[in-house]
């Protein structure tokens, strides 16, 4: 087994979190929100991404070699109050918006060179915090969203179908399964029992 280089020049590497929320509107269209911890705005996909600079924190996530269900929690500071509409009006469905972090990478120019995606999944809660400075007449929101992948959305999820025939056949109808699962009700089976030989 050959040993792994290491990775040089590690304080060159400049990297950036750029986050898009499809947030549901009430009347079934969708309002994309991007947002970037980076310096700069950005294009990426055809998308532009805001620069929020140190004013957006992402906490951090798993690096796990397989798909993982890890949860995922963002937090946006310094937010006009204006802003603050979206997650709070009537019109918008922010629960259940799906989100995806891509990470992107920085040359030593400071330009954008790739990126690849970090996370995607729901958001499952939000929290709206309101720090009020009365002598400086500042107002500062920050906005703390709670999202889960969308792996664990899947591993949490519940379905099945109800071991009768008429349920059955709703789904299956040309499957002859469950037919005879009416007289077999309420009989007794020792599964695992060995069976005499006659």
Known sequence: MNP????NNKAHI??????RIDV????????????????????????????????MNIEAINRDLVV????????????DAGNIFTFMSDQYKMLG????????????NYILTDTSLRFSGII????????IDIEGVEDNHTIVISCDSLRSVLESRISGVFTNENSWRD???????MDRIT????RSFDFGKKVDNP
């Open 4 to 7: 792994i280089n290491a990775v």
């Open 14 to 19: 400049i990297e950036a979190e750029f986050v």
């Open 24 to 55: 549901l509107r009430a009347d079934n269209t969708y309002e994309i929100l991007t947002f970037s911890s980076g310096y700069k705005t950005e294009t990426i996909n055809g998308m532009e991404y805001d620069a929020l600079g140190g004013l």
């Open 68 to 79: 993982g269900g890890a949860d995922l929690q963002l937090s946006i500071t310094g937010i």
């Open 97 to 108: 918006s799906s989100v995806t972090v891509h990470r992107g990478f920085y040359n030593e």
């Open 124 to 131: 499952t809660s939000y929290n709206i915090n309101q720090d």
């Open 171 to 177: 789904k299956h109808p040309t499957d002859p399964s």
């Open 183 to 186: 007289r077999l009700e309420g």
